[in-house]
């Protein structure tokens, strides 16, 4: 069996390809991950508003956004769980008011879940990278 050879006319352009290809994996990885650590929060804010539950506006409010203005391109994805405007009132559960104790699920969502965030946030990078982005 003879050894098989090629050559590359443009090395740089291999190397470019090359690069572009890891940063697109690795932005895909970090996007992958992050949003599986928003989707715990997520849910954990949707289990810790039921007890305000009425009409089902505030869990219906309850939204996951990527936020581009706080991330970096192959460096840090960043997205948001946040409560939309048709719950304007989830601040005063929050928060409470100068007539109502605060009701808080947002927070405490948060310091439940944040360990259990990190590692789906690990678990899910290293998943999407090992399976190619």
Sequence with gaps: MSAKSFTVQNP???????ENAARATSEAA???GALAGAFVFYREIKVRAMPHYRTGTLENAIKTTYVPEESVAGEIATYSVFINQDAWYARLLEFGTSKMAAKPFIRPAYEAKRAEAGEVVSEKI???VSNGG
């Design 12 to 18: 740089s352009a291999l190397t470019d390809v090359l």
């Design 30 to 32: 970090l996007r992958k």
């Design 126 to 128: 290293q998943e999407a």
